[in-house]
């Protein structure tokens, strides 16, 4: 096992270099060998925060990566240089991508900064940005970031995770 100083730091500018494939630029979701992930009880409760966020009708515009052609944006990743969306979030989750929570939290904030980079502001999809964004602060704000701990696994590679209720629903959304 790696601790955290001999790990080889994440580049994020590296990381996406992978060719589109079918007009959908990717970024990676399995960990680069010399970089492993781990599991860690902030990263379970992310998990959480990000299911949640998926079934939120503000989420529709960034669950799934953006092509060159949908809503007709084929300047989008001429401009995004490091496109994000949920379920290449949920991927990595689930691959044990990440070493820490701070970055999934980074990967979110980068749908937010996105959306706000590419989206004019006032538009429908802006404002549902700014709204989920609203809803994540709230959910993240209950997770202690300070006393993150790698989790062990079964040898099935799982661990049962206490659900929680479904708190994590928001009042409104502007309609897309």
């Not at 010399?34 to 599991?39: A, E, Q």
């Not at 799934?64 to 007709?72: E, R």
């Not at 959306?115 to 429908?124: A, I, L, N």
Request: charged share 30%; aromatic share 8%.
């Amino acid at each position: 096992m790696s601790s955290p100083s001999s790990r080889k730091m994440r580049d994020p500018f590296n990381e996406y270099c992978l060719p589109p494939l079918n007009g959908i630029v990717r970024a990676p979701i399995i960990p680069p060998s010399n970089r492993p992930g781990r599991r860690t009880n902030v990263l379970d409760e992310i998990k959480i925060v990000v299911n949640a966020l998926v079934r939120n009708p503000c989420s529709l515009h960034f669950r799934k990566p953006l092509g060159t052609n949908p809503m007709d944006l084929p300047n989008y990743h001429m401009l995004i240089k490091r496109p994000m969306d949920l379920s290449t979030i949920l991927r990595r989750l689930n691959n044990n991508y990440y070493w820490q929570g701070k970055e999934a939290i980074e990967d979110i904030k980068l749908i937010f900064e996105n959306c706000r980079q590419f989206h004019q502001e006032g538009s429908k999809i802006y404002e549902a940005g700014e709204e989920l964004k609203s809803v994540f602060y709230r959910y993240v704000s209950s997770i202690d970031m300070t006393r993150e701990k790698e989790v062990k696994v079964n040898a099935r590679g799982r661990r049962p995770i206490f659900r929680r209720r479904r708190a994590y629903r928001s009042a409104s959304c502007p309609p897309a």
